[in-house]
């Protein structure tokens, strides 16, 4: 079973930046697509960006230009830079693989207000 823990989230303003860490107990991490999800309540989880093995990278429309993802495999951790965040960016956010996902971390609040 993979533990998944996800930090960094906060209060912030609008344009503001935060820094997500996600932190997954799985063996063989580096093997795995990984991905950064969001959820609003009420609303489905979705997809915000995805990292290939090779730190390749793609975000959603909404996100591109102001989010980046990184990965480090040998911590084992996961990474999104969140710049000129804007309040419709407020959700609780998770790191899990893309697409085939193992059970879900609490996730971390990100709220954007001022």
């Known amino acids: 079973q993979v533990e998944i823990v996800e930090s960094g989230g906060g209060l912030v303003q609008p344009g503001g930046s935060l820094r997500l860490s996600c932190a997954m107990s799985?063996?063989?991490?580096?093997?795995?697509?990984m991905a950064w999800y969001r959820q609003v309540p009420g609303k489905e989880r979705e997809w915000v960006a995805r990292?290939?093995?090779?730190?390749?990278?793609v975000f959603r429309n909404s996100v591109n230009g102001r989010f980046t993802a990184s990965r480090d495999n040998a911590k084992k951790m996961l990474f999104l830079q969140m710049n000129n965040l804007k309040a419709e960016d407020t959700a609780v956010y998770y790191c899990?693989?893309?697409?085939?996902?193992?059970?879900w971390g609490p996730g971390t609040q990100v709220t954007v207000s001022s």
């Open positions: 899990n693989r893309h697409l085939t996902y193992w059970d």
């Open positions: 990292i290939t093995t090779t730190g390749t990278t």
């Open positions: 799985t063996s063989d991490f580096s093997g795995y697509t």
